[in-house]
């Protein structure tokens, strides 16, 4: 077991900003994690799980310990004409695994291609993309409790999926470290989920006409490139912000001004509205301050143009977050995980 002691974070986090850590650790199964949780250098120390660090701002050092997931693995644990259970770590890639799924004719997770990120984060937020979210094809996970170091196994309903939330960002908070999840993919012929944005669009301009999970793959992955900064080229968490749900009436009196305003259906009900056209509309888009600003081309995402700190980007997204108020009376929540 290696501890690192004043752990330089910049590695670790797709902002890229400076933040050091007292301590930083890995582990790739649950009794390595148990080891770590009960020694006594690391007692009393706050905790802090990390996969990939893409939805994360450190707005200063992290005074606890940091512990890298890497648990590995893809397996399939059974499997029946229609579908197959994939059960990974929580140490794998997200598009690693989206792309070994889509590889091996197994659909459901193809729309969420290219989203940053490790396995053992994606319940936590339910991420989602062109729609579909993780919940779709969902069927457990296993997760360390803190608290007595048992195995506790999720089904769907526990999770509490929603719209960017899950049980793990809410009662289950810091109480849980995510070690596998179990998704229920199916086996052809797949059900295609090509009406969201513009996947239909770019599969006419690839002039595929009968699209496979593979093609829907490409078609995400290449709208997600054209507008969505590489992390390693520069730095962000994607979006800052969530798409925000507003009163039917709220949402009249916007398009009464604007009737080109992007507005969908919720599901929990009310209308959710484009943060990144309010943010655009406010005058953020490819706004710079120096070191940081909002990038050019999705006013959704803020971004490190070098030198950055995690407190000047959190700065302006109060400054953004305030001025969407002051003239849409829209409150915007933040989406990436504040530090
Ligand atoms: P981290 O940033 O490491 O962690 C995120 C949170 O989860 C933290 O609170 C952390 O403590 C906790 N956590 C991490 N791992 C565990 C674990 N094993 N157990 C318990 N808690 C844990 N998100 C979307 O939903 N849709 C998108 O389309 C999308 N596009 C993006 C595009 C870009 C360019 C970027 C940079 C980000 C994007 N994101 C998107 C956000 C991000 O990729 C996802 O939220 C992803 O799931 C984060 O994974 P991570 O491993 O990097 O999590
Ligand atoms: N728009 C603007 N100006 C902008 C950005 C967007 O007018 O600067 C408009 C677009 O023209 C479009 C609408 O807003 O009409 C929605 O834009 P887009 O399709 O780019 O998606 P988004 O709502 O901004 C959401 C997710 C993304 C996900 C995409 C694709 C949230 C908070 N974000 O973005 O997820 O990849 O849809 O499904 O729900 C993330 O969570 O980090 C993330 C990147």
């Given at each position: 077991?290696?501890?690192?002691r ?22 790739s ?25 893409s ?12 512990l ?11 499997e ?179 009737p ?40 959704l ?18 400054q ?20």
């Amino acid at each position: 077991m290696q501890i690192i002691r004043q752990a330089d974070l910049r590695p670790f986090n797709t902002f890229g900003v400076p933040a050091r850590a007292e301590a930083l650790v890995r582990f790739s199964d649950a009794d390595q994690l148990r080891t770590l949780l009960a020694a006594p250098d690391l007692a009393g120390l706050p905790r802090l799980f990390l996969g990939g660090g893409s939805n994360v701002l450190f707005t200063r050092d992290w005074p606890g310990v940091v512990l890298l997931n890497e648990v590995p693995g893809i397996t399939v644990m059974k499997e029946d004409e229609r579908h197959v259970w994939v059960k990974a770590g929580a140490g794998v890639f997200w598009h690693d695994l989206v792309l070994h799924c889509v590889d091996h004719g197994w659909g459901g997770l193809e729309n969420l291609s290219l989203i940053p990120g490790k396995v053992g984060a994606a319940p936590m937020q339910n991420i989602g993309a062109y729609g579909v979210e993780i919940k779709d094809t969902f069927h457990e996970l296993e997760a360390l409790r803190l608290s007595d170091g048992a195995l506790v196994t999720f089904d769907r309903a526990a999770c509490a999926f929603g719209y960017r939330e899950s049980f793990f960002k809410r009662a289950g908070k810091d109480q849980y470290a995510i070690l596998h999840v179990t998704f229920q993919l199916t086996k052809a012929p797949h059900t295609l989920n090509t009406s969201y944005g513009n996947i239909q669009q770019e599969l006419d301009r690839q002039g595929i006409t009968h699209p496979t999970i593979k093609d829907v793959s490409n078609a995400v992955i290449a709208i997600r490139r054209s507008k969505l900064p590489d992390p390693a080229v520069l730095g962000n968490a994607g979006s800052f912000f969530k798409n925000p749900v507003v009163s039917e009436a709220l949402a009249q009196r916007i398009k009464a001004d604007h009737p080109e305003a992007p507005t969908y259906p919720a599901a929990e009900g009310g209308v959710k509205l484009a943060a990144g056209w309010l943010i655009e509309q406010a005058g953020w888009k490819g706004h710079r301050a120096n070191s940081h600003g909002v990038h050019d081309k999705q006013a959704l995402v803020l971004v490190n143009h070098g030198g950055a700190t995690g407190q000047a980007i959190y700065d302006l997204s109060e400054q953004v977050l305030q001025s969407v108020k002051a003239r849409f009376g829209v409150e915007l929540e933040r989406e990436v995980n504040i530090l």
